[in-house]
């Protein structure tokens, strides 16, 4: 048995390399820069490619153009970064592009404190693209998440020809955890569905109930046509209202409707409590503490952990909240998915806790919160 002590960055990097990432381009930025001295020692030996862009534009770009092409591609940012990104997000939504995305979340608005966490930017992923269509956000909670949802995040890019982020943060990101990597239950590894390169093929044309294009390399023996203007199934640039409409609500609604199986989360549920406390990212870990303490003084809460925060798992939580008085969100930052929350429980009191000043949420603060409001 071979156990490695690393932190939740290189845990990252080694599962996307399982998942066959063989593209890394990207830019130095604390706390994500150990992601792509990572991918730098990895890729290369495996006959992969590792590159530092001249700033963040350049790296993603490059992703892109490396996924057109046929790679599995990542980068990982921080702060500033993710912001950089947007119109290439964008890009990637709108053709179709897979890239995993690894935000390794800081304190901010804007450069803010390197080396502090938060999870400040949880809205910014679901809606930092012009035009506002969905994506998909997961969100680890230890170094074993790190690993496991690297691997689904590169399954679901390659599965709904998207971007997929990894929505981590310095404290997720920069701890050294024990991980015996062996002894982990791999997802299948899942690769985008390759089109026949026959004559007639249409790189925006849908041939199943997926909502999602088979896919030719650019460079293929036949013309394959990308453009980051509204396109119809042809890939020519169109203004025409209806084919516009029709590609738009198919974007929208092939991440809308997602098996359930890809919702990740962890629940603990206990037969006699009144309160829910819902949250993600490292306060989990806070949280299974106090769902563990509070059990063992006769005040138990249910605790539902998401790890799949978009698109929402509506249904899930809508489950997981039947019958409860209260709901409680405990998030880093000052109230971001607490608005899901509200607008799916109308019904229910939403209570919120949060802070935004570089320190983790406690166990005690959240005992705290339970038993004063």
């Known amino acids: 048995m071979t156990v490695s002590f690393i932190e939740g960055n290189e845990a990252v990097a080694r599962a996307a390399v399982i998942a066959g990432c ?168 899942e690769s985008r569905k390759t089109a026949s390169p026959a004559n007639g093929f249409q790189p925006f044309a849908v041939h199943s109930d997926t909502g999602v294009p088979d896919f030719l390399p650019i460079g293929s023996s036949i013309p394959v046509r990308q453009t980051s203007s509204t396109h119809g199934t042809d890939g020519y640039i169109t203004n025409d209202p209806k084919a516009i409409q029709i590609n738009r609500t198919r974007l929208a609604g092939k991440l809308k409707e997602i098996p359930s199986n890809y919702f990740f989360f962890e629940a603990r549920t206990e037969q006699d409590a009144t309160t829910l406390l819902i949250t993600y990212g490292v306060t989990a870990r806070s949280a299974r503490q106090a769902h563990r303490e509070e059990k063992h003084s006769g005040k138990p809460f249910s605790l539902l952990i998401l790890k799949t925060l978009w698109p929402v798992p509506q249904d899930l939580i809508q489950e997981h909240a039947r019958g409860m008085k209260t709901v409680i969100v405990v998030e880093m930052n000052l109230g971001q998915y607490v608005r899901e929350i509200e607008r799916i429980l109308p019904n229910i009191p939403v209570q919120f806790l949060g802070q935004m000043n570089g320190c983790l949420i406690t166990p005690t603060q959240i005992k705290e919160f339970l038993n004063h409001g």
């Not at 969905?134 to 496991?148: E, R, Y």
């Open 22 to 189: 063989n593209f890394f381009a990207g830019y130095p930025i604390t706390p994500a820069t150990t992601i792509f001295n990572t991918m730098l020692k990895l890729l290369p030996p495996a006959g992969g490619i590792c590159m530092q862009g001249e700033d963040e534009i350049a790296s993603i770009g490059f992703c892109l153009g490396a996924s057109m092409a046929g790679m599995k591609a990542m980068t990982a940012t921080s702060g500033p970064g993710i912001s950089l990104y947007s119109e290439q997000i964008s890009f990637a939504i709108g053709s179709e592009i897979p890239i995993v995305i690894a935000d390794v979340q800081r304190l901010g608005p804007s450069t803010g404190s390197a080396t502090l966490g938060a999870d400040g930017d949880i809205q910014f992923l679901r809606w930092g693209n012009s035009g506002g269509l969905p994506v998909i956000v997961l969100s680890p909670t230890d170094i074993t998440d790190c690993f496991i949802l690297t691997i689904q995040a590169f399954n679901l890019a390659e599965k709904f020809r998207c971007p997929v982020f990894i929505a981590s943060n310095k404290d997720i990101g920069m701890t050294r955890e024990s991980i015996d990597i062996r002894n982990l239950t791999i997802p299948e590894i």
